[in-house]
């Protein structure tokens, strides 16, 4: 009963550099999102989808995008890395269209941009 | 945009204290959500309230929907080890995304 995976658990990237951050999930919930976690701050909204086929920016779009072929996999991309997005990064799911429904989270993937 | 402020930003307890945290936002919410975090994991959903004046528990836990719905309150009482990490409250705002507090810390003395 996995929930939802996030992959790689680190990553440290040089400046410049580019990479995805990949969220599959099994509990078949349309509603995706990324999230990241900067020291003492509160998560902030990257991306989101609310089902295959469909994404919408955030609170914090800039220098990411996103595609959500299917229900289960909801990838991060970072095209050119720079050190303002050395962060943790969450991926998180729920079942229904509410924003205030409970999220489930993924264990993060801490990113390190040098 | 719409402010959470989460307090104290840490707590330093003794096992068995009770604990107290709170969040303030400068307009309406009509969700509030608590959430823990344990190092290396993301967040846990422990309590959620939707309704003004609402008053949750999740065994030791308690959580309150203030009144004026800018408000919410954390409680656990009698402390154990298991309960350090870092508490976030989360509020729906006027444009239905969640607003994410800074989190407080919750640290046991030895």
């Known amino acids: 009963n996995a929930g939802v995976t996030q992959t790689p658990k680190f990553r440290i990237l040089k400046i410049g550099q580019s990479m995805t951050l990949q969220c599959a999930q099994d509990m078949n919930h349309n509603y995706m999102y990324w999230y990241r976690q900067d020291p003492g701050m509160g998560l902030k909204l990257i991306y989101y989808?609310?089902?295959?086929?469909?994404?919408d920016k955030g609170e914090v779009p800039n220098g990411y995008n996103v595609s959500r072929s299917t229900t289960e996999d909801f990838p991060l991309r970072l095209e050119l890395a720079a050190p303002s997005q050395t962060s943790v990064y969450f991926c998180?799911?729920?079942?229904?269209?509410?924003?205030?429904?409970?999220?489930?989270f993924g264990n993060g993937t801490r990113l390190t941009v040098t | 945009g719409q402010q959470l402020n989460q307090s104290p930003q840490s707590m330093f307890i003794q096992e068995g204290e009770d604990v107290s945290m709170n969040c303030t936002s400068s307009s309406i919410f009509n969700t509030w959500l608590w959430y823990k975090q344990d190092p290396g994991e993301g967040p846990v959903l422990l309590i959620a309230l939707y309704k003004a004046g609402e008053l949750t528990s999740n065994g030791r836990l308690t959580a309150q929907f203030g009144i004026t719905r800018k408000d919410s309150f954390l409680n656990i009482s009698a402390s154990i080890p298991s309960d350090v990490g870092i508490y976030f409250c989360?509020?729906?705002?006027?444009?239905?995304?969640?607003?994410w507090g800074a989190g407080t810390k919750l640290i046991i003395k030895p």
């Open positions: 989360a509020g729906r705002g006027s444009n239905y995304q969640l607003i």
């Open positions: 989808s609310v089902g295959a086929g469909i994404t």
């Open positions: 998180a799911t729920t079942g229904t269209g509410i924003w205030g429904s409970p999220l489930h």
